[in-house]
């Protein structure tokens, strides 16, 4: 089964700094991956995603993530973190296979302080 | 707002009690999936239904169970409560079988507190 991984739990950054949150997932097949967001009060919702192709995807709201398959990662950027960018980040990943359902990692909390 | 719908938004109940929660998932989506989400956990995959049928199981324990109705909605019924089954509970949709080519929409949760 898959499995993944969250390098951080707890994120702290001030206004205008770049944020990189680390995601490392688990599976010895090809695989789906998604950045989801969960905003204070609010659903989770999907930031962006990735199936084929470029290994640079961009998302919503400014985000980026880039896949590494050598080193099974899909980590999260932005070059320029904004207060209302504070909320718990979720990397997830399904098998491209089979009726397979969204693993997901324990999440990274972030906070960006004005 | 997702368009998926979960009521009760909150719970507070006492332990060895049952409780039911309800989801409606979007307009047209045949999939619903149900989420765990404490603090020491993160998110832990549920149980999944395709059109009323179960699809798919992750670590659902025996006292709970679920079901999809007919008319698509979903109920997850947590039976025999523990302390430890307090959390947040998500019920997303699809439109597809699998997960794998689409995203999941998210409801708001319920949350369930037992006392």
């Known amino acids: 089964a898959q499995s993944v991984s969250q390098h951080n739990h707890h994120v702290i950054l001030s206004e205008a700094a770049s944020l990189e949150l680390g995601c490392n997932y688990s599976y010895g097949g090809t695989v789906n991956l998604f950045w989801y967001v969960q905003y204070p009060g609010q659903h989770l919702q999907l930031l962006l995603k990735?199936?084929?192709?470029?290994?640079l995807v961009k998302g919503i709201k400014g985000f980026e993530a880039e896949f590494i398959k050598s080193k099974f990662s899909f980590n999260l950027r932005k070059p320029s973190v904004q207060w209302s960018d504070t909320a718990e980040y979720f990397c997830a990943v399904t098998p491209n296979s089979g009726y397979s359902t969204l693993t997901f990692g324990k999440g990274t909390m972030l906070l960006v302080s004005p | 707002d997702s368009g998926v719908t979960q009521t009760p938004k909150h719970l507070i109940t006492a332990t060895g009690q049952r409780v039911t929660l309800r989801c409606s998932p979007r307009?047209?989506?045949?999939?619903v999936y149900w989420y765990q989400q404490s603090l020491d956990q993160g998110l832990q995959f549920l149980i999944q239904y395709y059109n009323g049928e179960e699809r798919a199981k992750g670590n659902i324990l025996e006292r709970f169970s679920a079901q999809q109705f007919p008319d698509l909605h979903s109920e997850l019924n947590l039976s025999s409560l523990e302390l430890g089954d307090s959390a947040l509970y998500f019920c997303?949709?699809?439109?597809?079988?699998?997960?794998?080519?689409?995203?999941?929409?998210f409801g708001e949760g319920s949350r369930l507190t037992v006392l």
């Open positions: 307009s047209g989506d045949l999939s």
């Open positions: 997303a949709s699809s439109p597809l079988q699998g997960a794998r080519t689409g995203e999941l929409f």
């Open positions: 990735y199936f084929s192709g470029d290994p």
